[in-house]
Protein backbone atom coordinates (compact mmCIF):
# COMPACT_ATOMS: atom_id res chain seq x y z
CA UNK A 1 0.00 0.00 0.00
CA UNK A 2 3.04 2.58 0.90
CA UNK A 3 3.85 2.14 -2.71
CA UNK A 4 0.85 2.66 -4.30
CA UNK A 5 0.29 5.88 -2.18
CA UNK A 6 3.51 7.42 -3.15
CA UNK A 7 3.32 6.50 -6.52
CA UNK A 8 -0.71 7.97 -6.36
CA UNK A 9 -1.73 4.75 -7.88
CA UNK A 10 -5.37 4.57 -7.47
CA UNK A 11 -6.01 1.25 -9.06
CA UNK A 12 -3.52 -0.51 -7.02
CA UNK A 13 -4.89 1.14 -3.35
CA UNK A 14 -8.21 0.16 -4.42
CA UNK A 15 -7.15 -3.17 -5.35
CA UNK A 16 -5.24 -3.69 -2.18
CA UNK A 17 -8.11 -2.20 0.10
CA UNK A 18 -10.29 -4.59 -1.67
CA UNK A 19 -8.29 -7.60 -0.41
CA UNK A 20 -8.47 -6.35 3.08
CA UNK A 21 -5.27 -3.77 3.08
CA UNK A 22 -5.22 -1.63 6.20
CA UNK A 23 -4.54 2.15 5.41
CA UNK A 24 -4.02 2.79 9.14
CA UNK A 25 -1.00 0.30 9.12
CA UNK A 26 2.04 2.17 10.20
CA UNK A 27 5.32 1.07 8.25
CA UNK A 28 8.98 0.39 9.80
CA UNK A 29 10.37 2.58 6.93
CA UNK A 30 11.26 5.98 7.24
CA UNK A 31 9.20 7.30 10.27
CA UNK A 32 6.17 5.39 10.73
CA UNK A 33 3.33 7.04 9.03
CA UNK A 34 0.17 5.19 7.59
CA UNK A 35 -0.17 4.99 4.01
CA UNK A 36 -2.41 7.85 4.04
CA UNK A 37 -0.30 10.06 5.82
CA UNK A 38 2.62 9.66 3.69
CA UNK A 39 -0.14 10.20 0.28
CA UNK A 40 -1.22 13.37 1.97
CA UNK A 41 2.75 14.84 3.18
CA UNK A 42 3.71 13.70 -0.64
CA UNK A 43 0.55 15.79 -2.38
CA UNK A 44 -0.63 12.79 -3.85
CA UNK A 45 -4.38 14.34 -4.58
CA UNK A 46 -5.64 10.77 -5.99
CA UNK A 47 -4.20 8.41 -3.34
CA UNK A 48 -5.36 10.50 -0.77
CA UNK A 49 -8.99 10.58 -2.26
CA UNK A 50 -9.38 6.84 -3.15
CA UNK A 51 -7.90 5.89 0.72
CA UNK A 52 -10.08 8.86 2.18
CA UNK A 53 -13.21 7.32 0.02
CA UNK A 54 -12.65 3.86 1.46
CA UNK A 55 -12.51 5.30 4.53
CA UNK A 56 -16.12 6.69 4.40
CA UNK A 57 -17.71 3.86 2.97
CA UNK A 58 -16.42 1.57 5.93
CA UNK A 59 -17.50 4.15 8.61
Wanted: proline share 3%; aromatic share 4%; charged share 30%.
Amino acid sequence: MRWAAVHDDSASIQLLLSQGADPHARTRIGDLETPLEEAERCGKKHAVATMRAFLERTR
